[in-house]
């Protein structure tokens, strides 16, 4: 399980420096966006190293909040493109927290983490069309 799960947020943590770089471009009013974003990765990525099933629920569900409020401060920053990946991201980390197997919360789980990297890959779209 934490093989495919942990392949999956290397590609998060790579990605995010570049996506935090580029949000210096966006308005005032994305300020929250590289804290949301932070938030996201760390419950991902503790949902993927929990051996506990219980417990990576849990960190499913924080993951989801954050994605929530990552989505919306997408939003604000006027990156529709992102805003769905997000909320998409959030979705799934949702079904993952409520799992009542460990391979739908696997499944789920990824999923939420390549439509996270989706977001953040949609960010840095949305940076460079602002420059």
Request: hydrophobic share 45%; glycine share 2%.
């Amino acid at each position: 399980m934490l093989i495919k799960i942990n392949s999956l947020l290397a590609i998060v943590i790579l990605l995010l420096p570049l996506c935090i770089t580029c949000l210096n471009a966006f308005a005032i009013t994305c300020d929250m966006l590289p804290i949301n974003l932070d938030d996201a990765r760390t419950n991902l990525r503790r949902a993927t190293n929990e051996a506990d099933f219980e417990a990576a629920k849990d960190y499913a569900r924080r993951a989801k909040r954050a994605l929530d409020d990552a989505a919306m401060s997408a939003m604000d920053c006027r990156c529709e493109m992102a805003y769905m990946e997000f909320d998409t991201a959030a979705s799934r980390a949702r079904r993952a927290g409520y799992a009542s197997s460990v391979e739908e919360f696997v499944d789920s789980l990824n999923r939420a983490i390549r439509a996270f990297n989706s977001g953040i890959d949609a960010l840095r779209i949305c940076a460079s069309e602002r420059r």
